[in-house]
């Protein structure tokens, strides 16, 4: 035993620096699922202050859009990592692609709909047969399991990231995110007591959000690399939430270089919200994706018809345990 | 305690008044020429705002009437893709302003086989390009440009955008439902849009002047910036944004106010990088957007307060010349004030031969000084004249007291008079008061055997009653010694005295004349204070009044006599009406009964402890209170022919 442990430990220092000094990084590419914005300060500090490149992975972040679907991405190579919705990535999986989390960043769900409290909606009954503009798939999953729990018919219209019909009395209610449309509705004028909100994470339907997912295969073949972008992420969201305005700079760079609209009050408010949500009440991010959640998640989705099969918590989730 | 100059008080008191009654001009002056300004830019705001909005409306009411009429075209026409093609390159020949346009169809209406069919006609390099909207990645059903048409079912403006095809220009889409008969119903078929640039509204508008600083933004129905000289804000933020990062909560006011469709005119202070403005504010109804104009406070008043710091300086220069003013005039009035002073002094400390300065004015002061003089040669004659009076006083006062002296020296004042005879012993006193005052007494023998004694008292005051006492006292003595009967005596003295009286002075009188061998004693009494006798072993009494007048006044008065008996031990006390009306401090008078009573203890002594007691007594009472009558007293006591009495 005793000459079997000195030579690890001579192994250990002769050729441990050599490797991590002559192995070249490993790329990879990250793929967003929207625009840049604060709800990814995180990923874009991260590579800016290097958290990622001092793990060994070359990380290039692939912005994403409109016509970005991160699963497409990286079920089609065009990228090894993406963002997306627990919802989604479980609907993605039961359809077939082998998505893994290997992190769950965001720990509740900030969708949230929202009326004017001039249209005379002051509680959920008041939905009855309302005109509630809402976008894709993945975000109907909550609103139409609440809409099926109390028994309300709704007339869905898909609405426009401006909001516009909204506001010019087009729509009774709008879903929305709490860190994003929600301020852009108090940007437009409107304060937040002339506002009814409704969110989903206390309604019994909180979803986790935004979570790092791979290829099953991605993650077999080097879970060292898949280990060190999530490490690299939660540094990257530790160090934007202690230096707010720095992560905001970077951000805005992001957004101006992929020219989109860049409002830093905006962009602040919604950085403060990812806090919220990220943090859920604990000190730090912890990239843990809780079973309960998982399972609560995947249940909603399977009784409401959205996916008739969906993985095992184990096969699903690869990230750290709590 | 410092004396402050009535000149020094004038002054800061006239040039008090005169620096608030300034202060109060140039103030008001600012602020009504202020407000006249701030009125005014408040029309010229809205004349400003009004015609920079009727110019953005013509263009953009052109292009609203160029898609409504394609609209109302597509309603019966016979479509074709030739028909729409040709309208789009029509459209954009005829109307410059128009960028693009496109007419949208609903889900497989134009053709059953197509879901998306929306020809789009724009400008590219400086001719007419077409392309066929709508894919898998362009699903422009959820649009705003399609869906606010559609679901609003009526012509709309979208918010202003930036045109991601072209060369990165501001863009805004009018948007028209039109609609088709579609079995006999009249349906919702689509959407004509037109596009413009609104490159040529953002240059309009920056070309407003507004003052050197001030500026002219444009915000869209949401508050977003569509012009603004920042470009940073142009449709980065809407004024909520930018009121939030900036922290000007008003900001978030006025832009509720502006989206509202409200117009306005208000102050905000310390906009940041501008400062105080006063904001302009009307909607673009057609539109629903909002034109602000931004005047900086400081350029806008830079003219009054350039006015005001001129009447301000002017002002100053008023005050300074009104102060000298005031300074060398209160001077001049005080000056002469100040030296009459100076003499004033002197004159006070007795020097009256000072020279009063010659002060030529004629005002309050120049009488001041011409009295002052007169004030000053009269109190020179005055003293000189009190000086004399004084010495004149003084001499008649010392011939008083003379005189004074003389009448008292003609009273008997050695005791025991007769020390050879025991049958009796007589004792009196006078007290003279500080005026010569007229009491008399005196008592001599007339003959061996009878010794007669009085007391009187004359009328008034000063020498001449010293002069009637005087000869009062003579004429007695001269009478008496005749051996007349006291009634007799008095008869004859008051007939002298009255003959010669013109001044009507009189004298009250007590006479009696003892025989010192029986102790009979006669008497007489003109209008006298009654006597005490004081019979030994009894209480003493009253001698009985006559009720006889005065001496002096009736010529052919008779006087009766009286008889009485003294026995050894016995005494008769004789007083003037000073004993009885000592006064004390109080001016409580010593009385009658008091005097009895104290007679009454005293008991048989001898004439001049009885005359000692009564003074003690009146002493005490008065308390050393200065009396204003003579206080005379007489006391004679009875011994006997032998002196019996006196060895007993």
Same mark, same amino acid.
């Given at each position: 035993m005793f000459r079997w442990g000195m030579l690890w430990i001579v192994f250990a220092v002769l050729v441990c620096p050599v490797s991590a000094r002559s192995e070249p990084p490993r790329r990879a590419r990250l793929v967003l =699922?929207?625009?840049? =914005?604060?709800?990814?300060a995180g990923y874009f500090v991260a590579q800016e202050k290097g958290f990622y490149t001092k793990r060994g992975v070359d990380l290039r972040i692939v912005p994403g859009g409109a016509d970005v679907l991160p699963s497409d991405y990286i079920d089609s190579g065009k990228a090894e990592f993406g963002t997306m919705f627990l919802s989604a990535a479980i609907e993605k999986r039961g359809a077939g692609v082998k998505l893994v989390n290997i992190g769950q960043i965001v720990q509740q769900s900030a969708l949230m709909l929202v009326a004017r409290k001039s249209s005379g909606i002051t509680g959920l009954p008041d939905l009855e047969g309302a005109r509630i503009g809402m976008w894709g798939r993945q975000f109907q999953v909550q609103p139409r399991a609440l809409f099926k729990r109390l028994g309300i018919k709704v007339d869905v219209v898909q609405q426009s990231p401006s909001f516009d019909l909204f506001m010019r009395g087009g729509l009774d209610a709008v879903s929305a995110m709490w860190y994003n449309e929600y301020h852009t509705l108090m940007s437009y004028g409107l304060d937040p007591d002339e506002m009814v909100t409704f969110f989903f994470s206390e309604l019994d339907l909180d979803f986790p959000e935004d979570g790092i997912y791979c290829l099953e295969k991605t993650w077999q073949n080097d879970p060292a690399m898949c280990r060190a972008v999530l490490e690299g992420s939660l540094e990257g969201w530790r160090y934007a939430f202690a230096h707010p305005d720095e992560a905001l700079e970077i951000v805005l760079k992001r957004m101006r270089k992929q020219k989109v609209r860049a409002n830093r009050s905006h962009q602040r408010w919604m950085l403060a919200r990812m806090k919220d949500i990220i943090l859920d009440g604990a000190p730090q991010p912890i990239g843990v994706l809780r079973r309960g959640d998982f399972e609560r998640t995947k249940a909603t989705l399977l009784s409401n018809g959205f996916i008739w099969a969906a993985p095992e918590y184990k096969q699903f989730y690869k990230g750290p345990t709590q | 305690m410092k004396r402050t100059g009535i000149a020094v008080r004038l002054a800061v008191l006239i040039l008090a008044c005169s620096l608030v009654i300034l202060t109060g001009i140039v103030w008001y002056n600012y602020v009504v020429s202020r407000n006249i300004i701030i009125s005014q830019d408040e029309h010229t705001g809205a004349g400003l705002a009004q015609a920079t909005s009727a110019r953005i409306s013509k263009v953009l009411y052109a292009v609203q009437k160029v898609a409504d009429s394609i609209a109302y075209t597509l309603e019966d026409a016979e479509i074709s893709p030739k028909l729409i093609d040709d309208l789009g390159r029509r459209v954009l020949a005829g109307n410059p302003e128009i960028f693009g346009t496109a007419i949208a169809f609903e889900p497989y209406s134009f053709d059953p086989a197509r879901l998306y069919f929306a020809p789009y006609h724009y400008r590219s390099q400086n001719r007419i390009a077409s392309t066929n909207l709508g894919s898998r990645d362009y699903r422009y059903f959820h649009m705003d440009w399609y869906q606010l048409a559609k679901e609003l079912d009526k012509a709309i403006w979208t918010e202003p955008y930036y045109d991601e095809g072209g060369g990165h220009a501001l863009m805004c889409t009018y948007s028209v439902p039109f609609y088709r008969q579609v079995d006999g119903k009249r349906t919702f078929a689509g959407v004509v849009t037109a596009d413009i640039d609104l490159t040529w509204l953002q240059s309009m508008i920056s070309e407003v002047d507004v003052y050197d600083s001030g500026h002219v933004f444009l915000l869209s129905r949401y508050g977003t910036f569509i012009s603004s000289p920042n470009p940073d804000l142009i449709m980065n933020e809407t004024i909520f944004t930018w009121a939030e990062e900036r922290g000007v909560p008003e900001l978030r006011d006025v832009g509720r106010a502006m989206v509202q469709g409200k117009s306005g005119y208000r102050e905000l202070k310390d906009l940041p990088g501008v400062g105080d403005v006063f904001l302009y504010y009307m909607p673009l109804p057609a539109e629903n957007w909002s034109l602000a104009i931004v005047f900086p406070k400081d350029e806008m008043l830079a003219g009054v307060t350039h006015l005001s710091h001129t009447v301000a300086i002017i002002g100053l220069a008023g005050f300074l010349a009104l102060a000298a003013l005031v300074i060398f005039i209160s001077g001049g009035i005080t000056r002469p004030l100040r030296k009459l002073t100076v003499v004033a002094n002197r004159v006070a400390s007795g020097d009256l031969d000072q020279k009063v300065p010659e002060i030529r004015t004629r005002d309050e002061v120049g009488e001041l000084a011409t009295s002052f003089k007169t004030m000053k040669t009269s109190l020179k004659e005055y003293i000189a004249n009190l000086t004399t009076a004084t010495a004149e006083r003084e001499r008649i006062e010392s011939e008083l007291r003379i005189a004074r002296e003389i009448q008292m020296g003609i009273l008997p004042k050695l005791f025991p008079p007769f020390p050879e005879r025991s049958e009796f012993d007589v004792y009196a006193s006078i007290e003279p008061a500080k005026e010569v005052g007229g009491d008399l007494y005196d008592f001599f023998f007339v003959d061996d055997r009878h010794f007669c004694f009085l007391v009187g008292d004359v009328s008034g005051k000063g020498v001449p009653a010293a002069f009637f006492m005087a000869v009062t006292k003579t004429l007695l003595k001269v009478v008496a010694e005749r051996g007349l009967d006291p009634g007799p005596i008095l008869s004859k003295v008051n007939a002298d005295l009255a003959a010669e009286n013109e001044s009507c002075m009189f004298v009250t009188l007590f006479l009696a004349i003892v025989d010192i061998e029986t102790g009979e004693t006669r008497y007489a009494n003109a209008g006298h204070n009654p006597p005490v006798f004081l019979r030994k072993g009894s209480e003493p009494e009253w001698v009985p009044p006559l009720n006889e007048p005065v001496a002096g006044v009736m010529e052919d008065m008779e006087y009766s006599t009286k008889t009485m008996r003294m026995e050894p031990g016995d005494s008769l006390f004789i007083y003037t009406d000073g004993v009885t009306e000592a006064m004390d401090g109080d001016r409580n008078m010593y009385s009658d009964p008091r005097l009895l009573e104290l007679l009454g203890t005293?008991?048989?002594?001898?004439a001049q402890e009885l005359v000692t007691a009564v003074d003690v007594s009146i002493k005490a009472f008065t308390g050393g209170a200065e009396q204003s009558d003579d206080i005379t007293m007489l006391a004679m006591q009875f011994h006997g022919p032998l002196g019996t009495n006196k060895e007993s």
């Open positions: =699922q929207w625009y840049a =914005q604060a709800q990814f | 005293l008991g048989a002594v001898p």
